[in-house]
C-alpha cells in the first residue's frame, strides 16, 4: 500500500500546485502549502481507506491546511504570481489584454468562488470533486462555479456592455477560456 499510495502522492503533485496557487496567489506560498499538505498526508497515510477518492482527500487536506496557516498568518496577495501556464500566450495584444483583464478580475472574486472555478473550469475538476474537496454540497459547488463566472462577466463587460469593443473582448477571453479548457465556445458562451 505504502508504495501505491506514494504513487498517488506523486501523480496528484500538479493539480495541488494548482490548488495552492488558486488559494495564496502567491507562488513561494503555494509551494510551501503544498509541501506542508503532502507532509500532512504521509503523515496520516494510515487514515486513507483504499477504494476513495485519493484526490479528494489530498486537496482537502491542502486546503485544511491553508485555512489552519490563514488563523497563524495574514494572507499575501501577489497578482504577478498567478500561474504562467494558465495565462501564458504567444497571441496578439489584444489576446494580452483580455488575459491581464481576466487575470486582475480573478484576484477580486471570493476565496471559494475563485478556487471553485479554477479547479473546475482550468483544472478540469468534476462538482462532485470540488465538493467533496472544499467540504461543501455539489449544488454549493455549481453555485460557487456559477456566480464566479457571472462575476467575471460582468466585471469584463462593465458598464458599457453595448460597446463593439467590449464585445468583441469578452468574446475573445470567451474563446481564450475555450481553448486553454478544451471547452466549445458555445458552451462557455452558455456558463
Known sequence: MAHNFHDQVIAILPRLRVQALALTRNRTMAEDLVQDAVCNALAAQDS????????????????????????????????EDIPASVLATTAPHEDRLALKDLAMA?????????????????HGMSYEHLAEATGCAVGTAKSRVFRARRQLESW??????????????????RSLLAAKTGTRKDEVARS
Do not use: C, Y
Not at 476565496?111 to 479547479?119: H, P
Not at 469584463?156 to 477571453?173: F, L, N, T, W, Y
Open 48 to 79: 486513507f481507506i483504499p477504494g476513495t477518492n485519493f484526490s479528494a482527500w489530498m486537496h482537502r487536506i491542502l486546503r485544511n491546511r491553508f485555512i489552519s496557516d490563514l488563523r497563524k498568518r495574514r494572507e499575501t496577495t501577489d497578482i
Open 106 to 122: 480573478l484576484d477580486r472574486l471570493p476565496e471559494d468562488q475563485r478556487e471553485a472555478l479554477i479547479m473546475v473550469v482550468l
Open 156 to 173: 469584463m463587460i462593465g458598464e458599457e456592455h453595448d460597446s463593439p469593443q467590449i464585445k468583441a473582448r469578452v468574446a475573445r477571453m
